[in-house]
């Protein structure tokens, strides 16, 4: 019970890191350390699969690309733009008000049921896969051209045109 | 694993929409106040790794697997999404010398 709490604690304290650090290469170490929490909360809810594919496909994959892209564009503490002290209380009196209408609301309902679960083998791969490959098939395949598209996308985009330069 | 699993079912479910609501506003909050295009890029996985984790715990507490074949769907879209937004980012930093979202008011250079 209390580890919940603990590990929820954490993740709070690290996005809140991610989105105050001055440093964006700071940042993005945060949010790995947040993806990590996560993770850790995955495993605790017995989604085995899900906790995997979170450790490597977001903290393996997608951070990695992350900071690889903010070494190539090589940003030093200069460029690094800054808003006014307006702006800034202005966002978080309007994150502020979105958490407090989601709480709100929450209030509403009443005291909840504690999650428990029924079948211990339902995040484990075996059941996923049933799942994925009978209902889900069509979705899959559509993802997979989905994915397709972006690295077609990505390619062409990021690469030089050479008629403008 | 089991006995691990046991430590966290006497956590309420209002406890993970909770966690959910408070991570998902810190990642608005980002989007509002950054003007780096990459911080903002994160603040919005921010965003989506709270939904996943709130689709995670839906689905336990249902009992129904199919929000984590949901949560697998978000991540691959994901993965396609930064794929596309990092190489714009990577595209405006080459045209104008800045990942400054400011300078892109006028959405041309």
Redesign the interface.
């Known amino acids: 019970m209390s580890i919940f709490y603990f590990i929820a604690f954490l993740s709070i304290l690290f996005s809140v890191l991610v989105i105050s650090a001055k440093n964006p290469v700071h940042s993005i170490l945060y949010l790995i350390l947040t993806f990590f929490t996560f993770t850790i909360q995955y495993i605790l809810l017995n989604a085995q699969f899900l906790a995997i594919v979170n450790f490597i496909v977001y903290m393996g994959a997608i951070l990695v690309l992350f900071l690889y892209t903010l070494m190539l564009i090589n940003l030093n503490k200069d460029s690094e733009p800054v808003k006014s002290n307006m702006v800034k209380i202005a966002g978080v009196l309007g994150g502020g008000c979105l958490l407090v209408v989601v709480v709100a609301s929450l209030k509403a309902i009443g005291v909840s049921q504690p999650v428990l679960l029924k079948d211990p083998g339902l995040g484990l791969v075996k059941n996923l896969g049933k799942v994925l490959f009978n209902e889900f098939l069509l979705p899959f395949e559509v993802s997979s051209l989905l994915l397709l598209s972006a690295m077609v996308g990505a390619v062409l985009l990021a690469t030089k045109d050479p008629k403008t330069t | ?2 006995s ?2 046991k ?13 959910s ?10 989007v ?5 295009a ?2 903002i ?3 919005i ?2 965003m989506l ?1 709270s939904v ?2 709130l689709l ?2 839906f ?3 249902r ?1 129904d ?2 929000g ?2 949901f ?3 978000i ?10 937004g ?6 405006i ?2 045209n104008t010398n ?3 979202i ?1 300078v892109l008011n006028r959405l041309k250079w």
Not at chain 2, 75 to 84: D, I, K, R, Y
Not at chain 2, 86 to 91: D, G, P, S, T
């Open positions: 694993m089991e691990l699993f430590t966290v079912q006497s956590v309420p479910l209002n406890h993970y929409i909770l966690l609501a408070i991570i998902f506003s810190i990642g608005v909050v980002g509002l106040i950054r003007r780096n990459i911080v890029f994160m603040s996985e921010l790794n996943n984790l995670t715990a689905s336990v507490y009992g697997a199919s984590q074949v949560v697998f769907f991540m691959a879209l994901a993965a396609a999404e930064v794929a596309v990092l190489a714009i980012i990577v595209m930093y080459r800045s990942v400054d400011n």
